[in-house]
Nanobody, 115 residues
């Protein structure tokens, strides 16, 4: 059974930092891209970051320069280091993996940034 479990969310003041983790199980993740998305209330889900096994990385425009994605293949875990957080970063953050035609999402972790 494939599982993605996010953790690390919480309440932080504007300008602060948080580190999210996504622990994956049920698949060999070493050959797959691991991704982060977020969804704020009343808004569509938004791409945040993607990391491939070889280290190629992409970021959404709104987080470029402030967020850093990384992964530990030995632990099947992806991370999202979020710095210089802003109130507009408030959202539920989701981990995502695509394996062939199958897509997997975590349950999400809430990040709230107060002004």
């Amino acid at each position: 059974q494939v599982q993605l479990v996010e953790s690390g969310g919480g309440l932080v003041q504007s300008g602060g930092s948080l580190r999210l983790s996504c622990a994956a199980s049920g698949l060999v993740y070493s050959g797959l891209a691991m991704e982060w998305y977020r969804q704020a209330p009343g808004k569509q889900r938004e791409f945040v970051a993607r990391i491939f096994e070889g280290g190629t990385i992409f970021y959404g425009d709104s987080v470029q320069g402030r967020f850093t994605i990384s992964r530990d293949n030995a632990k099947n875990t992806a991370y999202l280091q979020m710095n210089s957080l802003r109130p507009e970063d408030t959202a539920v953050y989701y981990c995502y993996v695509k394996h062939g035609l199958d897509e997997y999402w975590g349950q999400g972790t809430q990040v709230t940034v107060s002004s």
